[in-house]
């Protein structure tokens, strides 16, 4: 798999999770990176994102402070810090390579996914 995302679990509101995603694509250092979530019976939305430099990032009005999204080029590595954490947080979180000229938010923008991770926050 080109992406592979690694880190969720199970804590409690209020709670901290940070997520990683390590990436094989020769890729990787010159294309924006997202983050994105899905619950079931509910689309894909997008969480954040991050230009290939790091210097400009995105992040949907939900996260309200909440995440930061950063990576690390030398490494091939996209990071998701998720703090105080609410049950509506919980979801299915993937990481993803945009491809596609449009908004960095745009889920369709992004062509290369990975296999997601659980994010499981109780009240």
């Known amino acids: 798999a080109l992406l592979v995302e690694s880190g969720g679990g199970s804590v409690q509101a209020g709670g901290s999770l940070r997520l990683s995603c390590a990436s094989s694509?020769?890729?990787?250092?010159?294309?924006?990176m997202g983050w994105f979530r899905q619950t079931p019976g509910k689309e894909r939305e997008p969480v954040a994102a991050?230009?290939?430099?790091?210097?400009?990032?995105n992040y949907s009005d939900f996260v309200k402070g909440r995440f930061t999204i950063s990576r690390d080029n030398a490494e091939k590595m996209v990071f998701l810090q998720m703090t105080s954490l609410e049950p509506e947080d919980t979801a299915v979180y993937y990481c993803?390579?945009?491809?596609?000229?449009?908004?960095?938010?745009?889920?369709?923008?992004?062509?290369?996914w990975g296999q997601g991770t659980q994010v499981t926050v109780s009240s």
């Open positions: 694509a020769r890729t990787f250092t010159s294309s924006t």
């Open positions: 991050i230009n290939w430099t790091g210097d400009l990032t």
């Open positions: 993803a390579e945009k491809s596609r000229p449009g908004d960095n938010l745009n889920v369709d923008a992004y062509r290369y």
